[in-house]
């Protein structure tokens, strides 16, 4: 019945679980091409570039992905953080020295990993930052310029360093990590980090209602309190049990994958999620 199944023939009560079986294999065995509906065979090496991917959400992706026989680049600004992130991804990483907010650095890591791998099938904007001035009491436009250079201007410049490729390709995924912040500004985030990632989902939908017609897709992904080192940055430092129960890097990481993994002709727009215990509700 499964052969049945495989080769589009009707089998009542079997036809969801078989493609179920069939994308689960695909995903488990990178080697073998699912063909889509346009006719063109699946890559069946899948390169991805992750920034900010050295540490965190970024890094828990790539090692999701890495699982998942993804082939997958990290970048970040710091070479030693990114060598022990490539070391914990596994045999199949590698990294590029950038910062997200130089143009040019940008671009020229971006005709690296085309250089070296031939196509780029994600992109992961994982990239990001805030200041501990966050506030109208205390901010200020140094702090307002470095936040928007990183989470927006940054972002932007990868998207558009990879827009080529994926139109030649006609095909690609762009995952953009926004954040509960881009859907529910609160005092906590501070008013350039809610900004810019309200422009962040605003960016990805608009990308989305152009290159469609490209077989191009995007998510703008909108995490909620997560235990990454940018809690760091916060004016009031969270305890231990309170990071404890907040979204964990991993879970992030798999839901990257799971949007990375779905089949070319579906578009998860966005995704909102946040901790089982959210802070933001009392």
Known sequence: MLNRAIRGQAVPGLRVRCLCVIYGFAALHPGYALTPASGKKMPSKKIAWITGGGTGMGLAGAKELARDGWTVVVSGRRADVLDKAVKAIGPNASAVVLDVANKADVERAAQEIIGKHGRIDLLVNSAGLNVPNRRFADMTTEGWDKVVRVNLDGLLYCMLAVLPTMRAQQSGTIINVSSWAGKLPSKVSGAAYAATK????????SFNTEEFRNGLRACALCPGEAATEILKLRPVQP???E???MLQPEDIGRTIAFVANMPQHVCINEILMSPTWNRSYL
């Not at 309200?198 to 939908?205: E, F, K």
């Open 198 to 205: 309200h422009a962040v989902v605003s960016l990805t939908h």
């Open 239 to 241: 305890t231990d049990e």
């Open 243 to 245: 990071k404890a129960r």
